[in-house]
């Protein structure tokens, strides 16, 4: 585990097809707020929110997330890009998805103290590397598709 007080980049975590609309709008937006986190391995959080089998709403698992957003993506980011690491002071800004999200994605494990919250958009710019998970380690995406 990274220690807090040298942690110097934070990670948003997304899939390819996400990736992709990020690009063509030239940033990551903030919805209200723009979560990331210290976890270099993987956030729960990032995981989409689907329908199960009986039709009722539900966290995917990584692997269904990783399926339907054609490939698992991690973006590096100075760590000053996402300074608040309080939740509860920004709870009030989520939208109800994204309540809904904080609250299955803790229920499934995911550590509140990892996270961190930006409140502007990160420009293509800012992004420090972007990476692709393949074998269970993240490698560098090809040059022209790493940043649009």
């Known amino acids: 585990?990274?220690?807090?007080?040298?942690?110097?980049?934070?990670?948003?975590?997304?899939?390819?097809?996400?990736?992709?609309?990020?690009?063509?709008?030239?940033?990551?937006?903030?919805?209200?707020?723009c979560p990331m986190s210290i976890?270099?391995?993987?956030?729960v959080s990032a995981q989409w929110?689907?329908?199960?089998?009986?039709?009722?709403?539900?966290?995917?698992?990584?692997?269904?997330?990783?399926?339907w957003g054609a490939g698992l993506v991690r973006i590096s980011i100075a760590a000053e890009q996402a300074p608040t690491h309080y939740v509860p002071k920004?709870?009030?800004?989520?939208?109800?998805?994204?309540?809904?999200?904080?609250k299955e994605t803790t229920s499934a494990g995911a550590k509140q103290v990892e996270w961190r919250w930006g409140t502007s958009p990160i420009p293509v710019a800012a992004w420090l590397a972007v990476e692709i998970e393949q074998d269970g380690q993240w490698v560098p995406l090809a040059g022209g598709e790493a940043k649009g």
């Open 49 to 67: 929110m689907g329908h199960g089998a009986d039709g009722r709403r539900r966290l995917l698992s990584k692997e269904e997330t990783r399926l």
């Open 39 to 43: 976890n270099p391995e993987w956030e």
């Open 1 to 33: 585990m990274t220690n807090e007080a040298t942690q110097a980049v934070v990670y948003f975590y997304t899939t390819r097809k996400q990736l992709q609309e990020y690009q063509r709008h030239g940033a990551i937006p903030v919805d209200p707020v």
């Open 90 to 102: 920004i709870f009030w800004r989520m939208n109800s998805e994204t309540r809904e999200i904080y």
